[in-house]
């Protein structure tokens, strides 16, 4: 997918004024944070099954190249393919060449960030194979030809009203005076849409919540029971995954399915956890005749050993992009590419370079929610501080904003300066807005006072307080 | 080099060591082939078969479940005849094959039954299940020549005939139960000693969504109903 990440300030301005965005995200708050709070607290355990999930994942990525070695050995074995692919192009080509060899004409898909990650629907579409989505909140953006706005509510941004546009439009052959007003309205028009589709698809592609080495088995969680059709039906299953999917056994799965459906959706299960082996048995009466596993690294094996290494902890529950207060004002689109919210502010970066991305780890007021309800205790504020280390490092940051910390550094790393400095500033700006008692404008920080005043100072500055405070508690003890 | 030499290179360099051998490997070895339980929620904890099936129906309700419960087998045919009538559901449905030679239809002649897996055009099906997890009202189901996948997706209503016996507390019991009962002769039981079935389905409820802003709604792709017969046995 092609990145708009430079352009995040634009994108953010346009999302604020957008007034049906601005509607559609009031969901966010009301539907995922209340379900979290409450099935969390129905689990006296969870915060102890955190540690045991940050430990498993941990365990994984120092063994990575074990574990994915055992996966592939077991895949086999049941019949199975794995495809090893470095980067997007590959990954897009080895699932194009399935799709011609088994001269598929349309494809079904369940969600997948991966496969949005390469770009894979344009990529069929150019070469011939026509890709249908599956997941209704997927299919409702593919009408619309967008990407998704959050990882697991693709459609979050997209209110009942401009469904029904895009339904119409699209579903031509249906009574034009149908109604088209409560969600039952949609879920049955596009449940009753799809249900052929799968049983003509020549291939299904799925994603993976889990790799499971153990068993060499793939893990899909859903509601809506698209994805599992979609791996039923397809003549052959093809399943898009990032490396660090990989967990050992069906019993680590088991830990880590404790956090995920509560930090995703607010659910104790989500409706559908299902494991594929292999393809159908020579016996069975249903079931896709061939299996792959298509295994995308793009970059994940260089975040190991560096202080990024624990993104690869993430399971996509979005959690912290239903917690951040940034994704809940602009929405997920002005990310500009594929993962939104903190976590795509981490991972954006790591994937397609600073110099792409280095807005995404700015727009945070490092309020730190999100790594308070991560199930894998991803540090993701300190991750995003140091992306702007880095972004600081290499001169991308703004002229202005490196002026401004040269001078910062230059008198805060200088005790008696700076104390000068902060004791005159403050006088002199506790004068100015003494009649007021606040400041509307000041030099070098409009923008920030464009929209907010700033408090004046009442007279001493911290060291001083802090030195007038010791001097007291001396002079009692 | 390949793609598969370069990415595991990769993954060994930025880890800063060769692959893994000697006494490193075989503790992994180890690990997989004798899975450890990791922490296990205490909510099923001291519970008799009594007390999990309490806590299977409450939390499989709680998602929207319906369950009755019969004294044995025999009653399972009236009482799907009885769901059927009470819910205004055609009077037809597939059955697995697993079920074929328990469940006596001929005390239900209105029921028209079919036997294999679905094509679709059912709206109802009736299928057995490998066990029941009562941590969070989730049934287990896997898949075979006699139980196929496609009965638990693609009609309308699914109904799951379930034993009390098949009841367990959390989802690593449910996980045990399945080892042993897939290992392959002559081996104790776990890790790479037991068959992986083609499908192994977790269902917790009717199929759902909340893409139309966020509002639930049953029956996305997968049954608008998930209706368990409970069997005493």
Known sequence: ?477 | MSARDDILGSIRKSLGREALTGDAAAQLRQRLAQPARNLIPDRTAGRDTAGLTTLFVDKAREFACTVDEVDSLDAVPEAVRAYLSRENLPARLVQAPALADGLDWSQTPTLEIKTGTSDGSEDTSVTPVFAAVAETGTLMLTSDVTTPTGLNFLPENHIAVLRRSQIVGPLEDAWARFRAARAKAGTAGPGDSFTMPRTVNLITGPSRTGDIEQKIQMGAHGPRRLHVILVAD
């Open chain 1, 1 to 477: 997918m092609q990145s708009t990440s430079r352009n995040f300030k634009d994108n953010a301005h346009k999302a604020l004024n957008d007034a049906t965005l601005q509607r559609a995200l009031l969901n966010v708050k009301s539907g995922f944070q209340e379900n979290r709070a409450r099935t969390v607290a129905g689990l006296p355990e969870f915060e102890r099954l955190r540690d045991a999930g940050r430990d498993i994942k941990n365990h994984v990525l120092a063994n990575l190249d074990f574990y994915l070695e055992r996966f592939e050995e077991n895949v086999t074995a049941n019949g199975g393919h794995v495809h090893w692919c470095r980067t997007p192009a590959e990954a897009r080509e080895k699932i194009l060449e399935i799709c011609k060899r088994r001269e598929a004409k349309t494809v079904t898909k369940g969600k997948s960030m991966v496969a949005e990650e390469i770009g894979l629907n344009d990529y069929l579409e150019e070469n011939g194979v026509e890709p249908i989505e599956t997941d209704l909140g997927e299919y409702i953006i593919q009408l619309r030809h967008e990407p998704p706005s959050h990882i697991i509510a693709p459609a979050i941004h997209v209110t009942r009203e401009q469904i029904a546009v895009d339904f119409r439009r699209e579903h031509s052959d249906l009574d034009p005076n149908r109604r088209l007003e409560e969600p039952r309205d949609f879920t049955d028009e596009a449940r009753a849409k799809l249900r052929d589709k799968y049983f003509a698809a020549d291939v299904g592609i799925t994603g993976a919540n889990f790799l499971i080495a153990e068993t060499g088995s793939t893990v899909i969680v859903t509601n809506e029971g698209n994805g599992d059709m979609t791996q039923l039906l397809g003549k052959a299953h093809v399943v898009i995954a990032s490396l660090e999917k990989i967990v050992p056994t069906l019993e680590d799965a088991s830990t880590i399915l404790r956090l995920l459906a509560r930090s995703a959706t607010g659910q104790e299960m989500s409706v559908y956890t299902s494991f594929s082996t292999g393809p159908r048995r020579s016996e069975d009466r249903d079931g896709p005749e061939e299996f792959h596993v298509v295994l995308l690294d793009n970059g994940r094996s260089a975040m190991l050993g560096t202080e990024f290494q624990d993104m690869l902890r993430c399971i996509r529950c979005a959690a912290c992009m239903n917690h951040c207060p940034v994704y809940e004002a602009v929405g997920g689109h002005a990310y500009g590419w594929v993962y939104p919210g903190p976590m795509g502010s981490v991972l954006t970066p790591s994937l397609i370079g600073v110099e792409e991305a280095g807005h995404l780890p700015n727009a945070s007021t490092f309020c730190g929610r999100c790594e308070s309800v991560c199930p894998m205790r991803i540090p993701l504020p300190k991750m995003m501080r140091h992306y702007r280390q880095r972004e600081f490092e290499k001169g991308l940051s703004p002229q202005k904003a490196r002026a401004g910390l040269s001078v910062w550094s230059y008198v805060a790393t200088r005790p008696k300066l700076y104390r000068l400095a902060t004791r005159l500033a403050s006088g002199l700006l506790g004068r100015l807005g003494k009649v007021k008692g606040r400041l509307t404008t000041l030099p070098l920080a409009g923008g920030w006072t464009s929209v907010r005043d700033m408090p004046a100072p009442e007279g001493k500055t911290f060291h001083d307080l802090y030195r007038d405070r010791q001097a007291a508690k001396g002079g009692r003890e």
